[in-house]
T-cell receptor
Framework: DAKTTQPNSMESNEEEPVHLPCNHSTISGTDYIHWYRQLPSQGPEYVIH???SNVNNRMASLAIAEDRKSSTLILHRATLRDAAVYYCILSRVNQGGKLIFGQGTELSVKP | DAGVTQSPTHLIKTRGQHVTLRCSPISGHKSVSWYQQVLGQGPQFIFQ???????GRGNFPDRFSARQFPNYSSELNVNALLLGDSALYLC???????????FGAGTRLSVL
């Protein structure tokens, strides 16, 4: 299983943008990059995913490096409710899309 | 619309006992996956079922088993419980075997 590397923790101020990095140097051509987050006492929640091109949705943006060895999740304006553990995951199509979670990045947001 | 529902929410068992956890997927979803999350760690994949067949299995002992029913709900069974089985057990559903997975709130299992 391809692995991802994320910082253990990050801090942000409320209403400021947050850039959460992820390294995945062993990514293969069929791996999708997924981001999930887990708020305290809840199950993980899907945030965004992409293959090669940058992606935007109502929650966040995903910037994927040209060589696909790294990606960045961008929260445009952090709120207190965005405080969570963010997981960057590689999901391989021929493995049925199983999610291999790492340790994730714990994001704290200061008012 | 109802999300993924899991029952029970909390459970206390003693070593050596057996436990059954239940999961109802989102309506229309045919795939269910199970994950174990030990405190302070990310979730670990246990099983994936699609159309009542096992499609993937993680690195867990044979004490762990699961099945999926015709209505796509699922059960996770764990036999001969060990203290180390204490964890949050998460169920996720998806339309097919890939794609976005939607998680339930989990069942917190404590083994004493």
């Amino acid at each position: 299983d391809a692995k991802t590397t994320q910082p253990n923790s990050m801090e942000s101020n409320e209403e400021e943008p947050v850039h959460l990095p992820c390294n995945h140097s062993t990514i293969s051509g069929t791996d999708y990059i997924h981001w999930y987050r887990q708020l305290p006492s809840q199950g993980p929640e899907y945030v965004i995913h992409g293959l090669t091109s940058n992606v935007n949705n109502r929650m966040a943006s995903l910037a994927i490096a040209e060589d696909r060895k790294s990606s960045t999740l961008i929260l445009h304006r952090a709120t207190l409710r965005d405080a969570a553990v963010y997981y960057c995951i590689l999901s391989r199509v021929n493995q049925g899309g199983k999610l291999i979670f790492g340790q994730g990045t714990e994001l704290s947001v200061k008012p | 619309d109802a999300g993924v529902t899991q029952s029970p929410t909390h459970l206390i068992k003693t070593r050596g006992q057996h436990v059954t956890l239940r999961c109802s997927p989102i309506s229309g979803h045919k795939s269910v996956s199970w994950y174990q999350q030990v405190l302070g760690q990310g979730p670990q994949f246990i099983f994936q079922y699609y159309e009542k067949e096992e499609r993937g299995r993680g690195n867990f002992p044979d004490r762990f088993s699961a099945r999926q029913f015709p209505n796509y709900s699922s059960e996770l069974n764990v036999n001969a419980l060990l203290l180390g089985d204490s964890a949050l057990y998460l169920c996720a559903s998806s339309l097919g075997t890939g794609g976005i997975q939607y998680f339930g709130a989990g069942t917190r299992l404590s083994v004493l």
